[in-house]
Nanobody
Framework: QVQLVESGGGLVQAGGSLRLSCDAS????????MGWFRQAAGKEREFVAA????????????SYADSVKGRFTISRDNAKNTVYLQMNSLKPEDTAVYYC?????????????????WGQGTQVTVSS
């Protein structure tokens, strides 16, 4: 099992940037695929970005929701047991609680059902 703790959220003006971090503890971090999801007030939680792992334990692919493609970048540092979400050119519609998630397996997946482990979330608010 893995425990996840997100940080880095906050209030930012439109056009600004934030970097979210997700620190993992428990079993070997490099064995998990990682994802970021978000939930805006009154809406369902949605996929944002995912990063897979290769059989050797290093990441081998990324996937992004169309709404964030070109603005957000997911990355991971297996030595630090951390996954990041760099968010640039933020828009008011990016306002949401952002969740980090982890799941076993090699495949790059975007479905929430494939991520059994979740953090508590961090609030991101983008003002216009």
């Amino acid at each position: 099992q893995v425990q996840l703790v997100e940080s880095g959220g906050g209030l930012v003006q439109a056009g600004g940037s934030l970097r979210l971090s997700c620190d993992a503890s428990g079993r070997t971090f490099s064995s998990y695929r990682m994802g970021w999801f978000r939930q805006a007030a009154g809406k369902e939680r949605e996929f944002v970005a995912a990063i897979s792992r290769s059989a050797s334990g290093t990441y081998s692919g990324t996937s992004y929701a169309d709404s964030v493609k070109g603005r957000f970048t997911i990355s991971r540092d297996n030595a630090k047991n951390t996954v990041y979400l760099q968010m640039n050119s933020l828009k008011p519609e990016d306002t949401a609680v952002y969740y980090c998630a982890a799941g076993a397996g090699l495949a790059l997946v975007t479905s929430q059902s494939q991520y059994p482990y979740w953090g508590q979330g961090t609030q991101v608010t983008v003002s216009s």
